[in-house]
Structure formats: C-alpha cells, structure tokens
C-alpha cells in the first residue's frame, strides 16, 4: 500500500482554493448569499451532499467576524456535534506560527534573519553535499535550505500514541497499511541531531540537497521543526512554552496546544478516513511543522490578527515592523513552484493580495487565508481525509464550494 498522506503533507494542498478544478459542482442554491442566515443554508446543503463528518467556517472583513458556524459531527459515530469549541490538528497552518515565533524571538533580540544556524545550535549541521555552505534562518523559514525531507525517514516520524485501542480498522489501516507504530513520542532535540547527525538513526544523504542554501525552493517539514528548535535553544524555553507565552496567551487562543493532553477531551474531534474509519490519536516526532490542535473560535481569533497586522493595525504580538517581516516577500521572482504561488514570507505564501496557508495530515484538512486588498478572510476546518485520490477529490469539491459561497457572502453582505 502507498503512503499518499505524506505528499499531502509535504505540499499542504498548495493553493488548493486556486485551481477550479470542480466547475462541475455549482453551488446548491439559487439568488445571493448576503446574509448570514443565507450563508448557512447554503453551507448545510453542500455539507448532507459532502463526505466530511464535519467541518467549521469563519469568514472576516473589514476587521470584523462576520461568520463563525460549525456543521456535522466531531464523533460521527456516537452523534456528538462538530461545534466552534471542537479542536482538532491543523496540520502544516502551524507552520506560520513557527514563522510568528522566529518574528518574536528576532524582536526580542535573539537572532536576526541572516544568523548562522550553527551560531544557535547546540550541535553542528553540515550539509555533506555542500560542507562550506552557510544555511541561515532566512533559508529555513523560506524552505531553500537545502536540508531536505527524506519521506521514508520522516514518514517514520509519525506514531500512534500510547494507550490508544490498535485493533480498530482505522488503527490497522495505520500500522498494517502504513508501518505506522504505537510508541512515546521522541523529544524534539533527540530527532533533529537524529536526522541531521552524521551517524544519526534517521541520518542519510538524502536528507540534503547538492545546491546551496537559497538557491532551491523545496518544502521541507523537519527543516520547519529545526526553525522551531532554533527559537528553543535561543531563547532557553521549550518551543511549545515559548508559543503558548508569545502566541497563544496574547491572542486568548485557550483551546489550542501542541498536545491533546492539554486540551479538553470532550472537546476533541475524531479524526476520520471516511465517515466510517474513525483513526487513533497519533502524533508526529517532528511536531512544530504541523501538530497544532486548534478550534474555529480560536483559529478566527489568529486570522484576525495576522489579516490585522497585515495592514498595519495590531500590535499585539509585534510590532508593526514585525508584522511586515512575517509578509514581506522573501524569494526572487519565479522561485517557487508554478502554481503554488508568486512569493513567500516567513512560512507564509503570497499570491498578489492573497495570503495562504494550508494543512493536511491523516484525517484533517484545513485552509487559512486572507486578502489585503479586499480586506476579507476565512478559515475551513474538517475532520476529513484528503491523502488518496479519491479523499481528495471529495475534500476539493467541498473545499471549493465552500470557498464560492463565502466569497459570494462577503461580496454582498
């Protein structure tokens, strides 16, 4: 069997609003969407047509919530609503907050964009490639620095936690379909000098590139995490401390955490395959790229910070500076991908006037982004699949009707 979720996880459904690859499907309704009661109707009526047990929305403009509802099932089993206090994983959108810490840390006076990884690190990594390269923070946070993710040694990463039940469907389905094991998660530090560490149980030559640091854009999971462990071995907190003090607290984000030990077990959703194939609790040893469990009350509290600091009008994680680094872009014209988009923050992608980020892990699919022009912005949470083909097709025919709803709301309302 194939492992399909780890290219999702990889790639994060680039740009998954952009491609109008489902025309075929217009929205179920008839007339404008111009009000909120409006917006839900429409919103119900794709989610009975939809494959997702759950999901929630929540729309800004012009600094404002405008919208915020939840649909469907956290347990579909067991009848439990998906509500705006359900939390779940946001897979690789917790990348822009390993990009708001690197921000912090820089204000705070730790490092600059241009240090030396290896003037932060408690060990030296070397691109054996490249022995004479510097790699510097700038590189990480715009994935060109040439440490790569090797996706048999990162796929390993990823585990079922302990305590959780391996003989339902779900978990066999991970541990039989995809080797994924039932074990303690490892710490942070301990699987970067792992990975990275000539010698290493994770180490390989594939793990670096042969061209030099910022010159080739490759999307890279575990070099996130290292960014993440910069800021820790820095700062002398623990990455997860640092962010819940920096981050969370500031933005009265109390439903969000690293871990679901530090969350309200009722409030978790079931992540699911299908709407039959709930899956076990699993983490990932490379947590920062992508283990943030978030809920659609907190999350819209983040989006209207960052569409806010954006243009110039919170300060309250940075200054107005620090918000303009987060945005700025980073790379040459033309770097990235054709199609992901035109250019990169901190971790943060640029398209125009659009701001995006995206995430996508086994049972979870998730979109955050705004418009500085339009001053307009939403997030979609499901506790959906989209790592096979057919997972997929499923999530962007919601995905994008929802998308097309929303942006009819915000044009009329």
Not at 4 to 25: H, Q
Not at 42 to 50: D, F, G, R, S
Not at 67 to 86: E, S
Not at 312 to 332: D, H, V
Request: with cysteine; charged share 15%.
């Amino acid at each position: 069997m194939k492992k399909p979720f780890i290219v999702l996880s990889f790639f994060m459904i680039p740009i998954l609003f952009s491609c109008n690859k489902f025309e075929e499907n217009p929205l179920p309704h008839s007339g404008s969407i111009s009000t909120p009661s409006e917006l839900t109707a429409v919103l119900a009526e794709i989610y009975i047509k939809a494959k997702a047990p759950g999901f929630a929305v929540s729309v800004v403009k012009d600094d404002s919530l405008l919208y915020q509802q939840p649909f469907g099932k956290a347990d579909f089993q067991n009848g439990i609503a998906y509500t705006n206090h359900t939390t779940q994983p946001i897979g690789s959108i917790s990348k822009t907050f390993v990009g708001a810490a690197i921000v912090k840390a820089i204000e705070q006076g730790y490092f600059s964009l241009d240090t030396d990884i290896n003037d932060i690190l408690p060990f030296t990594i070397q691109n054996p490639k490249l022995p004479n390269a510097v790699i510097q923070i700038k590189h990480l946070v715009t994935h060109t620095s040439g440490l790569l993710d090797n996706p048999d040694v990162y796929f390993k990463a990823y585990h079922i936690l302990p305590g959780e039940n391996l003989s339902t469907v779900g978990a066999q389905l991970l541990t039989d379909g995809f080797g994924i094991q039932q074990r303690e998660t490892l710490p942070l530090n301990e699987f970067l000098a792992e990975y990275y560490q000539e010698g290493g149980a994770f180490y390989s030559l594939d793990n670096f590139a042969e061209t030099a640091p910022g010159e080739t854009w490759s999307y890279s999971n575990v070099a996130t995490s290292l960014a993440a462990y910069l800021v820790e071995s820095a700062t002398g907190l623990p990455f997860k401390a640092y962010v819940n003090a920096n981050i969370f607290q500031p933005l009265d984000m109390f439903q969000t955490a690293y871990e679901v030990a530090n969350l309200n077990p009722a409030d978790l959703a079931i992540l699911y395959w299908d709407k039959n194939t709930p899956l076990p609790k699993y983490a990932n040893d490379s947590y920062p790229d992508g283990s943030i469990y978030s809920s659609n009350e907190d999350l819209a509290k983040y989006l209207m910070d960052m569409m806010s600091g954006a243009m110039g009008k919170s300060s309250n994680l940075f200054s107005e500076a620090g918000y303009q680094m987060l945005f700025e872009a980073m790379l040459p014209h033309g770097e990235l991908p054709a199609g992901l988009a035109a250019n990169q923050g901190i971790f943060w992608f640029l398209d125009g006037s659009e701001v995006k980020h995206d995430g996508s892990d086994p049972g979870t699919t998730c979109s955050l982004q705004f418009d500085m022009t339009e001053n307009t912005g939403y997030l979609l949470l499901t506790n959906m699949d989209a790592s096979t083909e057919e997972n997929e097709t499923a999530y962007f025919e919601l995905a994008e009707m929802i998308q097309d709803a929303i942006k009819e709301f915000t044009t009329n309302y």
